[in-house]
Nanobody, 125 residues
Framework: QVQLAESGGGLVQAGGSLRLSCAASGRTFSTYTMGWFRQAAGKEREFVAAISWSGNTYYAGSVKGRFTISRVNAKNTVYLQMNSLKPEDTAVYYC???????????????????WGQGTQVTVSS
């Protein structure tokens, strides 16, 4: 069983930055593909970014160039650095783990078998 705990959300003005963290339990974190998804009010949960066990990254078009995903396996932690935030980035952000470690289709929600509780990010205009 893997437990994920997000932190770092909050309220920020447009153009500002936030860094989200996701701490994972389990001894095999380094083999997981890790992803970030978000869900705005009244909308479907959507892919934001993912990082494979080997460090390959993949981003949604809407955040590419503004967000950076990274991981520190020694700390069982994955990060999402969010810069140049826009009001449309407002959502609950979820950390997710794919325990199969698949490096293909990292943006597919159904590939992830563990999810955190989410952290709210609000960007004011």
């Amino acid at each position: 069983q893997v437990q994920l705990a997000e932190s770092g959300g909050g309220l920020v003005q447009a153009g500002g930055s936030l860094r989200l963290s996701c701490a994972a339990s389990g001894r095999t974190f380094s083999t997981y593909t890790m992803g970030w998804f978000r869900q705005a009010a009244g909308k479907e949960r959507e892919f934001v970014a993912a990082i494979s066990w080997s460090g390959n990254t993949y981003y949604a078009g809407s955040v590419k160039g503004r967000f950076t995903i990274s991981r520190v396996n020694a700390k069982n932690t994955v990060y999402l650095q969010m810069n140049s935030l826009k009001p449309e980035d407002t959502a609950v952000y979820y950390c997710a783990a794919d325990s199969s470690g698949a490096a293909q289709a990292m943006g597919v929600k159904s590939h992830y078998d563990y999810w955190g509780q989410g952290t709210q990010v609000t960007v004011s205009s």
